[in-house]
């Protein structure tokens, strides 16, 4: 098991002020590097960063922040896509998306060397079984949408054929059309 990155075993607020660090475009990655090394020595704590752990940190949060802003841009361009259909188009593709994500995660781990840990199936597993309970939920709801729909279409029609004087009949056919009966 490779060792945790000198970073990782920061204090949590030291590890903050080196987030906040990396975030500001003035400062650089040796200044960001020195000003951390200062914290560690104020609060006591035997440790120093290198500039290189910092900058391997750094660069793993900006290829982590990459694909979270790639993520939401291609969520946010499906969504706007889908905005006027019904909220389960949004549901299914959300869900397909983690699909797929447990699908590369899994065929990442098959290529590795090292057998995969239990906990790790168990937890792939149930993120599957929790996927499908929900695109069931989701399929659920966009039935009960749709009688609704249909119901309501009925209702207008039902009102519109009658104003407009058609028989009970004809009023009746039209309603068991767009509800579906035959």
């Given at each position: 098991m490779a060792r945790k990155s000198s970073i990782?075993?920061?204090p949590d607020e030291i590890r903050d002020a080196l987030h906040e660090l990396l975030r500001d475009p003035k400062v650089s990655?040796?200044?960001a590097t020195l000003r951390i090394n200062e914290l560690l020595e104020a609060e006591g704590v035997d440790q120093e960063v290198s500039k290189s752990a910092v900058n391997r940190y750094s660069q793993r949060m900006d290829a982590i922040g990459a694909k979270m802003r790639q993520s939401r841009q291609v969520a946010e361009m499906w969504i706007g896509k889908l905005g006027n259909q019904p909220q389960g188009q949004v549901g299914k593709l959300l869900n397909e998306f983690t699909r797929t994500m447990a699908f590369e995660t899994a065929l990442?781990?098959?290529e590795g060397?090292?057998?995969v840990p239990p906990k790790l199936l168990k937890e792939l597993s149930l993120s599957i079984k929790h996927l499908e309970e929900a695109a069931s939920v989701n399929e659920k709801r966009e039935r009960e949408i749709r009688k609704l729909a249909a119901e309501e279409a009925a209702g207008i029609a039902e009102t519109v054929a009658k104003q407009q004087g058609m028989t009970r009949e004809g009023v009746q056919a039209?309603?068991?059309?767009?509800?579906?009966i035959r």
């Open positions: 990782d075993l920061l990655q040796l200044d990442h781990m098959s060397e090292d057998p039209i309603k068991d059309e767009i509800l579906g």
